[in-house]
C-alpha cells in the first residue's frame, strides 16, 4: 500500500510540474565542470588581448575560480566570459551574484557581473560601480526583474575591461531567491496568445470619428478592467493580450449596438466581480482629489452596461495587484508592465497600447490630475489619431512629447527614441547656454571645447532672432513638446530646445548694449557638443558681515559638523536651493536651527485605496523644542531651477520664525516620482505623491512663492554678478 502511495504521489508532483512548467536544467553557472581548462556552456566573446584561466579556489580545495587577465603587450579592449541559458525563467526577479578580486585594474578600466534578458528585454552590469585598483575578495550581484512574457533566452557573462587582473569564484544564478535550477521554464498554457508578445495582429485601419471614438471608449474600459476587477488584478489574465485581441471585432462593429454587445460580452468574459465597496468611509476633508468618472456617463450606450462599469468603479482591488505596487516606505505608485523593447514602430496597436496605458496610469494615480488644464478625456480623444499616424521615431517622440506636456508636470521627463530628441528638434547645436533673462533670451555662458563662438559673441548678448524666426513665434511653436507645472519652469527648459537645428550654420540676428548686429554661428552634433562646466562652488562659505552661505548642491552630510561649527556667533546663514540637494540638509541642520518642532508638508496618496481615491496620508515634521537654536537670519534663494526635493527643503525651512524666501518662483514640481514604462522600451515619470503646505495649499504648479521677489537683469549677467546671492546679503544686513 505504501509502495502505491509513493508511486501515485511522485506522479501527481510530476503531472503538477508539468501542468505548471518543466523545471530548468544545470548550465554550470558555477564553472564548476571545466573541458579544455575553461568551464563547459562558457564561451569567449570580444577578448583580444586577454588570459582566462581556472585556478585553484582561494578557500575550498576541491573548487575552481576564474581569472582573467590583459596580456602584458595586449591592445584589447575587454576579456569577456558569457554563459547563454536558452530559457525562460518563471518568477519575479533574477539575481547573478558572485565574488570578485581585482589586481592592478586601470583607473579607466573595471571588472564586474553582466546580466541580460534576451531579446533585448533588459541588461545590468557593474559599470557604474567601477571596480578597479586592487580589491581583496567582495560580493557583488547584478539583478532584473523577470519579463518572461518578453523573453526567449538569459545571458550571463563575467568581464574585465582595461589592463589588470580579476578573479571570479562563487558564481550564483537566483530566481526569487533559489537557485534557478529550482525555477520553473515560463508555461505558455495558451500558444496561441503568444503570437501578440511581439505583434499586435492590427492592421491599419480608417482613422474615421467613428472609430476614433471606439477605440477612445475600449481605452477606458480596458483601464477600468485592468485597475479594477479580481481576475485581471490578481494576474489571470495578460490585459495586453486581451486588447488585442478584441481591438479588431471592435473595429469591425457597424454600429453602436453591435458594439454595446460585443463590449458587454468582453466585460464578462473576464468573470463576474462583487462590488463591495471595502472603502473606508473618509470625511470630505480627508479626500485630497477622486478621479473623475463622468466618462462613463458621456458613453453612447444604454444604462444597464454603465451600471456594470459604475459597479466595477467600486470594487476593492486584489491586493496585491498585478499592474501596481507602491514605493514601500513612501506610497508612489510603481508601474509593473512590459517594455516590449523589440516591437516594431510600425506597429499600430503597440503605439496605441503606450497612449492606452499613459492615459490610464494617469487617470487613475496621478495626484495632481485636476490641476491639469485640459479635461483628460478629451486628451485621450484628441491623441488617438496622433498616435495612430506616428510611424516615425520622430513623430512617435514627438506625440509622446506632445502627451506628457498635457498633465502639467515638471517631473513630467521622458526616455524616448534618442536622449536628444534630435528627430523632434534637431540633431545639431551650440557651444554656448541661454537662459530667459527680463523676458529676453540672453547668452548665459560660452562653451569650454574648441567649439568657442569667439568674440562674435559675448555673455550678455540678447538673442532676438534665430534663423529668421523671433524668439516669440519660436517660444510659441515648442511650448507643446515642453512639460512644465508653470510658466517658470517652462521657460527654463524652453531655450535648450531653440537653438537646435540640422543645418552647419545658425544664423542669429542679436544686440548688445542696443546695438544690433547679425551672425552666423556653427553648429555640432548634440551629443558631441561639451557640457558645461560651472565654477565649482565650496559648500560652505564664510562672507564677509558674519555671513555663511551653503551651496545645496555641493553640501553632503559628512559636511555637517563643519557648517554646525561654522554657525557659531554669525550673523546670518543663506541656503541656496538653485539647484538639486546632496543631502537631507534639513534633517541634517535640525537640532540646530529650528527652534521648536514644526508640520511643515502633508502628502496625500493612494496606497491603500482604490485607484483613482488620494487621501491626506500623512505628514512630516522637523526640528524640536531648542531654546538654544540659532538666532541669526535664515535666507533660502530660490528660483525656477528649485525643483523637487529643494522645494520640500525650502518648505521645512520656511516655518523657522523670521526666515525669508529670496529670488522667484520655483519649478512647482514635488512629490516623489513614479515611473510610467512604455512599448519600444520607452518611459516616462510623473509626480506620484500629492505635496501641500500643512493648510492644505497646493504646492504643485505654485511652487514656492518667494517673500521678497528678485530677478537676476542682463547687466548682472554680464557683469556676472550673482544679484539673487547679494539680494540674500542685503537681507540678512540691511533688513
Not at 302 to 308: A, F, G, I, R
Amino acid at each position: 500500500m505504501k509502495k502505491i502511495t509513493l508511486l501515485f504521489l511522485l506522479l501527481f508532483v510530476r503531472y503538477v510540474l508539468f501542468a505548471q512548467g518543466e523545471q530548468v536544467q544545470s548550465y554550470n553557472v558555477d564553472q564548476q565542470r571545466i573541458d579544455n581548462g575553461l568551464p563547459v556552456n562558457w564561451f569567449l566573446a570580444e577578448s583580444k588581448g586577454y588570459t582566462f584561466t581556472m585556478e585553484k579556489h582561494s578557500t575550498y580545495a576541491d573548487k575552481k575560480q576564474l581569472r582573467i587577465s590583459s596580456m602584458p603587450d595586449g591592445n584589447g579592449y575587454s576579456g569577456v566570459m558569457m554563459l547563454n541559458i536558452p530559457e525562460n525563467l518563471e518568477g519575479k526577479e533574477i539575481i547573478f551574484e558572485g565574488k570578485i578580486k581585482t589586481e592592478n585594474i586601470a583607473e579607466d578600466g573595471f571588472a564586474g557581473l553582466f546580466l541580460q534578458l534576451k531579446p533585448k528585454v533588459d541588461i545590468e552590469n557593474m559599470e557604474a560601480t567601477k571596480l578597479n585598483g586592487t580589491h581583496d575578495w567582495q560580493t557583488f550581484g547584478v539583478r532584473l526583474k523577470l519579463k518572461p512574457k518578453e523573453t526567449h533566452s538569459i545571458a550571463i557573462a563575467t568581464y574585465l575591461i582595461g589592463k589588470g587582473t580579476a578573479w571570479f569564484a562563487d558564481l550564483t544564478l537566483k530566481i526569487d531567491g533559489k537557485d534557478y535550477t529550482r525555477a520553473l521554464k515560463y508555461p505558455s498554457v495558451n500558444k496561441a496568445d503568444t503570437l501578440y508578445n511581439f505583434n499586435s495582429q492590427l492592421n491599419e485601419f480608417p482613422l474615421t470619428p467613428v472609430n476614433i471614438e471606439k477605440l477612445a471608449h475600449v481605452a477606458q474600459i480596458w483601464g477600468l478592467l485592468k485597475y479594477f476587477h479580481p481576475a485581471v488584478t490578481s494576474g489571470k489574465w495578460d490585459m495586453d493580450t486581451e486588447l488585442f485581441k478584441f481591438l479588431p471585432t471592435l473595429l469591425a462593429s457597424p454600429d453602436h449596438h453591435t458594439s454595446e454587445r460585443m463590449l458587454a460580452a468582453w466585460i464578462g468574459h473576464f468573470g463576474s466581480f462583487h462590488s463591495k465597496t471595502a472603502q473606508p468611509a473618509d470625511t470630505e476633508a480627508e479626500i485630497a482629489t477622486e478621479a473623475d468618472d463622468q466618462w462613463i456617463d458621456k458613453l453612447p450606450y444604454s444604462d444597464k452596461l454603465k451600471d456594470t462599469l459604475k459597479s466595477l468603479c467600486h470594487v476593492m482591488p486584489v491586493v496585491p495587484n498585478r499592474y501596481i505596487s507602491y514605493l514601500k516606505g513612501v506610497g508612489n505608485p510603481v508601474f509593473d508592465e512590459y517594455n516590449y523593447k523589440t516591437v516594431p514602430l510600425s506597429d499600430v496597436g503597440f503605439r496605441l497600447l503606450g497612449l492606452f496605458r499613459y492615459w490610464n496610469a494617469i487617470h487613475y494615480f496621478n495626484p495632481n490630475q485636476k490641476l491639469m488644464a485640459q479635461p483628460w478625456d478629451k486628451v485621450l480623444s484628441d491623441f488617438i489619431p496622433v498616435f495612430v499616424r506616428a510611424t516615425s521615431k520622430a513623430s512617435l517622440d514627438a506625440a509622446y512629447l506632445q502627451l506628457f506636456s498635457k498633465i502639467n508636470d515638471t517631473h513630467a521627463f521622458a526616455s524616448l527614441s534618442d536622449f536628444y530628441y534630435r528627430g523632434v528638434f534637431g540633431s545639431r547645436g551650440v557651444a554656448f547656454k541661454t537662459c530667459f533673462i527680463q523676458d529676453q533670451l540672453v547668452v548665459t555662458q560660452l562653451g569650454d571645447d574648441q567649439f568657442k563662438a569667439g568674440q562674435e559673441l559675448q555673455i550678455g548678448d540678447v538673442i532676438q532672432e534665430i534663423s529668421g524666426k523671433p524668439i516669440s513665434s519660436i517660444c510659441d511653436s515648442l511650448r507643446q513638446y515642453v512639460a512644465a507645472s508653470n510658466e517658470s519652469a517652462r521657460k527654463r527648459d524652453l531655450p535648450r530646445w531653440m537653438l537646435r537645428t540640422e543645418d552647419s550654420l545658425m544664423l542669429l540676428k542679436a544686440s548688445r548694449e542696443d546695438k544690433e548686429f547679425a551672425i552666423y554661428v556653427p553648429t555640432r552634433k548634440i551629443n558631441i557638443i561639451k557640457n558645461f562646466s560651472e565654477e565649482a562652488k565650496p559648500a560652505i562659505r564664510k562672507m564677509k558681515g558674519g555671513i555663511v552661505v551653503v551651496d545645496i548642491g555641493t553640501f553632503r552630510d559628512s559636511d555637517t559638523k563643519r557648517l554646525k561649527d561654522s554657525l557659531q556667533n554669525q550673523k546670518g546663514l543663506i541656503l541656496d536651493y538653485r539647484n538639486f540637494p546632496s543631502a537631507s540638509v534639513h534633517y541634517e541642520l535640525s537640532d540646530m536651527v529650528f527652534p521648536s518642532q514644526q508640520e511643515f508638508v502633508i502628502l496625500s496618496m493612494n496606497f491603500g485605496l482604490r485607484p483613482g481615491r488620494f487621501r491626506y496620508r500623512s505628514s512630516d515634521k522637523v526640528g524640536a523644542q531648542n531654546p538654544n537654536a540659532f538666532k541669526g537670519k535664515i535666507v533660502m534663494l530660490v528660483n525656477e531651477t528649485t525643483q523637487s526635493a529643494s522645494e520640500f527643503q525650502v518648505m521645512a525651512f520656511r516655518t523657522i520664525p523670521g526666515s525669508l524666501v529670496v529670488g522667484s518662483q520655483t519649478a512647482g514640481a514635488d512629490g516623489n516620482v513614479s515611473s510610467v514604462p512604455l512599448p519600444l522600451g520607452y518611459s516616462t515619470f510623473f509626480s506620484g505623491l500629492g505635496v501641500y503646505y500643512p493648510d492644505k495649499t497646493e504646492t504643485q504648479g505654485v511652487g514656492i512663492v518667494p517673500d521678497r521677489i528678485v530677478y537676476p537683469s542682463i547687466y548682472g549677467i554680464r557683469e556676472k554678478q550673482d544679484e539673487l546671492l547679494q539680494a540674500g546679503i542685503d537681507a540678512i544686513l540691511k533688513p
